[in-house]
């Protein structure tokens, strides 16, 4: 409460105007402060603040608010004479991240009347919720559902619906003889691992993890759904090149066989020979050769 001195000169006063102090009925501003560590937390954690008054006088209770929330989300009730109440917010979730402030309570000149304080500064929180990333893989068509071709590119995709400024993606490897890790930053919800040529080497399990970084805590989402992914030794007879010769072959043979239908047909359309001329017409190879045999 804001107090003033009233004093009174007048020579003439008596015991009834001597000095004495005034109040008004406006209430100290309280400080909160955050008793938890660090401002950032993750989805399910609890937050602890403090709420303080310096002078203390027929208090009643303490709230903390939530910008733009009209209703506190936390009320503690405490002692007349107490000045200082930890206020905690348990079960955090991505709603209650932004400013929080704390007021105070007084009783009034009647039970039923309470006073309420100014609002404290604010104090900013932020709630990170790692939602479970999702992937999948590109190859050559060719290539069986779930396998690579040994010698072929192919990529994973990991996506998140979610996304935070410094965050990467972690693509994990594991494979019989160990694990191997590879991390790209999440520039966009969805970042390409690129492998250009499949070796043994790369089948195995896959997985994709979302990572970031901030107020100095490292969260990481959990893994998403395991990836298997052979690689295949590429098929001699399914090769690119033996399709080619099998694809010239089978056009040289169609060919020729074409060529011999035709000269049949223009063989069976020659001329018969006359009675008089005794001609035989051999036909080979598309030439036709006349023997001719001389009358005695």
Not at 35 to 62: I, K, N, Q
Not at 148 to 171: E, R, W
Not at 175 to 190: D, E, F, I, K, Y
Not at 264 to 293: F, H, W
Request: proline fraction near 6%.
């Amino acid at each position: 409460m804001r107090c003033a001195s009233v004093l009174h000169s007048d020579p003439h006063c008596t015991h009834l105007n001597d000095a004495g102090v005034k109040c008004s009925g406006t209430l100290l501003m309280p400080s909160l402060s955050l008793l938890s560590p660090h401002a950032v937390f993750v989805a399910g954690e609890a937050v602890r603040f403090s709420c303080m008054v310096l002078l203390g006088h027929h208090l009643s209770d303490f709230h903390l608010y939530k910008q733009g929330v009209s209703t506190p989300l936390v009320t503690q009730r405490v002692d007349q004479s107490q000045t200082r109440v930890e206020l905690t917010l348990t079960d955090l979730e991505t709603f209650h991240q932004g400013s929080y402030s704390c007021v105070y309570r007084i009783r009034g000149s009647s039970p039923s009347k309470l006073l309420t304080s100014p609002p404290s500064s604010s104090i900013n929180i932020t709630v990170v919720e790692l939602l479970t990333p999702q992937h999948w893989y590109n190859t050559s068509s060719e290539a069986p559902v779930g396998s690579v071709i040994k010698g072929h590119g192919f990529n994973i995709t990991c996506i998140t619906k979610q996304q935070y400024p410094g965050a990467s993606f972690q693509l994990r490897l594991s494979r019989s003889n160990g694990t191997v890790r590879q991390s790209l930053p999440a520039l966009t919800p969805a970042v390409t691992f690129t492998f250009s040529s499949a070796q043994s080497s790369n089948e195995g399990y896959y997985y994709c993890l979302y990572r970031v970084q901030l107020g100095g805590r490292t969260f990481i989402s959990r893994e998403s759904q395991p990836l298997p992914i052979s690689v295949r030794d590429p098929d001699p007879v399914l090769s690119p090149m033996v399709i080619s010769w099998l694809v010239s072959g089978l056009t040289f043979v169609v060919a020729l066989i074409i060529i011999i239908i035709v000269a049949k047909v223009l063989c069976q359309r020659e001329k018969k020979p006359s009675e008089l001329e005794r001609e035989t017409r051999t036909c080979v190879d598309n030439t036709y050769v006349a023997l001719s045999i001389n009358k005695i």
